[in-house]
Nanobody, 122 residues
Framework: QVRLEESGGGLVQPGGSLRLSCAASGIIFSINALGWFRQAPGKEREFVAAISWSGISTFYADSVKGRFTISRDNAKNTLYLQMNSLKPEDTAVYYC???????????????WGQGTQVTVSS
């Protein structure tokens, strides 16, 4: 079993930055990849970014490429999402996820966190 806990969300002005964290605990040696997803009100949950367990490979949605950076600290068992140049359309609940059953871009992850709210507004 793996437990994921997100933190770092909040209210930020357009053009600002936030860094989300996701602390992992439990049987984490079995994880093959980690990802970030988001869900805005009235919309489907969508892929944001993913990273392989080794950290060598990263994947991004076109909408965040060049603005967001996913990274991980193995020593701390923590996943990060650095978000820069934030836009109002980035407003959503952000979820971290672990151990995808298929593609890292899909929703078929074994474990999910509870989510953290990010609001981009002036």
């Amino acid at each position: 079993q793996v437990r994921l806990e997100e933190s770092g969300g909040g209210l930020v002005q357009p053009g600002g930055s936030l860094r989300l964290s996701c602390a992992a605990s439990g049987i984490i040696f079995s994880i093959n990849a980690l990802g970030w997803f988001r869900q805005a009100p009235g919309k489907e949950r969508e892929f944001v970014a993913a990273i392989s367990w080794s950290g060598i490979s990263t994947f991004y949605a076109d909408s965040v490429k060049g603005r967001f950076t996913i990274s991980r600290d193995n020593a701390k068992n923590t996943l990060y999402l650095q978000m820069n140049s934030l836009k109002p359309e980035d407003t959503a609940v952000y979820y971290c996820a672990a151990d995808p059953a298929g593609s890292v871009y899909g929703l078929e992850y074994e474990y999910w966190g509870q989510g953290t709210q990010v609001t981009v507004s002036s």
